[in-house]
C-alpha cells in the first residue's frame, strides 16, 4: 500500500529562517511526486510535480527536491506569507485498464507558521 | 478565471437528510474528484471520474453517489446523511488521471 509520512507536523520559523520540509514515500512505481500549498479555508494550490530522483524546482522562495524514498520543500528566507499548510502526494503506477485511475496518495501535511 | 467552483460553501445537515454538492470546473479537464478531509487524515478520495461518461470509487466511498453530468460538471449526493459524514469536502479536476490537480474552495459539512 502507498504510504506518505510528512514531518514536521507543524514549524513554526521567524522571518528570514531557512528550513526544510520532508515527505517520505513508500510506492510501488513512482509516477510523480506533488507539492501542495493549503491556506485556511482554501482547497489545496499546486506547486510542484517532480519525476525522478535529483530533480529540483523553483518558485520564489520554495525549492523542492527528490531522492529515490524522499522530498524536501526548501524555503529560503520565508515571509509571513508563507505561512500555510503544505502537502505532498505521490503518484502510483499506470493502471492496468486503459482509462482508469491512477492513483495519488496524499500526506497529513506539514503547518508552517512564519513569525514576523 | 474560474477554475473550479463548488457550492455550497457551508452546510447543515440533520442525520438521514439528503443533499448534492455541484462542482463545475471551465479547464476542459478530463478527470474530476471529489475528496474528503478529516484533521489528521489527509485527503481521501471518494469517487473519481477519469474522463467524461465514467465514474468510479475511491478509496471511501459508502454512503456517497456521483454523477458525471458532462464534461465540466461532477455532482457528489449523500442519500441519508449521516455524523461520520462531518467534513470538508473538495472537488478537483486535472488534466488527465492523476495528473496535477486543481481544487475547488471546499464545502465544510457538519451533519448533526
Known amino acids: 500500500e502507498d504510504q506518505v509520512t510528512q514531518s514536521p507536523e507543524a514549524l513554526r520559523l521567524q522571518e528570514g529562517e531557512s528550513s526544510s520540509l520532508n515527505c517520505s514515500y513508500t510506492v510501488s512505481g513512482l509516477r510523480g511526486l506533488f507539492w501542495y500549498r493549503q491556506d485556511p479555508g482554501k482547497g489545496p494550490e499546486f506547486l510542484f510535480t517532480?519525476?525522478?530522483a535529483g530533480e529540483e524546482k523553483e518558485k520564489e522562495r520554495l525549492k523542492a527536491t527528490l531522492t529515490k524514498k524522499e522530498s524536501f520543500l526548501h524555503i529560503t528566507a520565508p515571509k509571513p506569507e508563507d505561512s500555510a499548510t503544505y502537502l505532498c502526494a505521490v503518484r502510483g503506477p499506470l493502471p492496468r485498464a486503459s482509462g482508469g485511475y491512477q492513483k495519488v496518495t496524499f500526506g497529513t501535511g506539514t503547518k508552517l507558521q512564519v513569525i514576523p | 478565471n474560474a477554475g473550479v467552483t463548488q457550492t455550497p460553501k457551508f452546510q447543515v445537515l440533520k442525520t438521514g437528510q439528503s443533499m448534492t454538492l455541484q462542482c463545475a470546473q471551465d479547464?476542459?479537464?478530463?478527470?474530476m474528484y471529489w475528496y474528503r478531509q478529516d484533521p489528521g487524515m489527509g485527503l481521501r478520495l471518494i469517487y473519481y471520474s477519469a474522463s467524461e461518461g465514467t465514474t468510479d470509487k475511491g478509496e471511501v466511498p459508502n454512503g456517497y453517489n456521483v454523477s458525471r453530468l458532462n464534461k465540466r460538471e461532477f455532482s457528489l449526493r449523500l442519500e441519508s446523511a449521516a455524523p461520520s459524514q462531518t467534513s470538508v469536502y473538495f472537488c478537483?479536476?486535472?488534466?488527465?488521471?492523476?495528473?496535477?490537480?486543481?481544487f475547488g474552495q471546499g464545502t465544510r459539512l457538519t451533519v448533526v
Open positions: 479547464m476542459n479537464h478530463n478527470s
Open positions: 517532480l519525476y525522478s
Open positions: 478537483a479536476s486535472s488534466r488527465t488521471s492523476g495528473s496535477e490537480a486543481f
